[in-house]
């Protein structure tokens, strides 16, 4: 069965430093992989998908994840953070035969001034 | 949130009462979702349709009932034997040509006493 870990809870970081939320897959077939972000009391937001090809893909807002079929993981980075960026992220997978998307249990993201 | 509209935004109902949650999209998606989101437990499938009059059970399909009667409508009932109801309830929808992110809702936020 396909399952999606988010292994922290809670990311901090400061504002203008680095920062990266994690998420490891596990899936039968080839994983479809995605991100989205949640504001309090909002709907989810697209944040960038990996189909297939480079493994480093670009989103919104100065998001990126890379895809490590090894490690089978796709960690979501962002260069500089902003205190803007504080939010709830969510990892999710899609097994290429079904159109369902399998959440991870969401990291907080905490953006210090 | 997109073309995707839920209302109402907060809803409070009486145990032992049926209460129906409204999502409606503009996108021309003919696939929607019903998730549910509790805290530390990111977002579970209630159920998801592909096609107008057909839907198919998510992972906690019980004491939930869902109609689509129109493409742009997928309204979901919660029901009295729904044990523990109070929840954020989240509508997607998303295109099925290739794979495609699911867009959100703003989302429902139900309590029942």
């Known amino acids: 069965a396909q399952s999606v870990a988010q292994p922290e809870d809670q990311v901090n970081v400061a504002e203008g430093n680095p920062l990266t939320v994690k998420c490891t897959y596990s899936?039968?077939?080839?994983?479809?992989l995605f991100w989205y972000v949640q504001y309090p009391n909002r709907g989810l937001q697209f944040l960038l998908k990996?189909?297939?090809?480079?493994?480093l893909v670009k989103g919104s807002y100065g998001f990126e994840a890379e895809f490590n079929k090894s490690q089978t993981s796709f960690h979501l980075k962002k260069p500089s953070a902003l205190v803007s960026d504080s939010a709830l992220y969510f990892c999710?997978?899609?097994?290429?035969?079904?159109?369902?998307?399998?959440f991870g249990s969401g990291t907080r993201l905490l953006v210090r001034p | 949130d997109g073309g995707i509209t839920q209302s109402p935004k907060y809803l409070f109902r009486k145990e032992g009462q049926n209460v129906t949650l409204s999502c409606e999209q503009n996108?021309?998606?003919?696939?929607m979702y019903w998730y549910r989101q509790d805290p530390g437990q990111g977002l579970r499938l209630i159920y998801y349709?592909?096609?107008?009059?057909?839907?198919q059970k998510g992972d906690i399909a019980e004491g939930y009932s869902v109609s689509r009667e129109k493409k742009e409508s997928f309204p979901l009932t919660v029901t009295s034997a729904q044990k523990n109801p109070t929840a954020f309830y989240l509508c997607?929808?998303?295109?099925?040509?290739?794979?495609?992110?699911?867009?959100f809702g703003p989302g429902t936020r139900l309590t029942v006493t």
């Open positions: 996108l021309n998606h003919d696939a």
């Open positions: 990996y189909i297939t090809g480079d493994n």
């Open positions: 899936v039968s077939g080839n994983p479809y």
């Open positions: 999710a997978v899609r097994e290429d035969s079904s159109y369902k998307l399998i």
């Open positions: 349709s592909q096609i107008v009059n057909d839907f």
């Open positions: 997607a929808s998303s295109s099925l040509a290739g794979v495609n992110e699911q867009y």
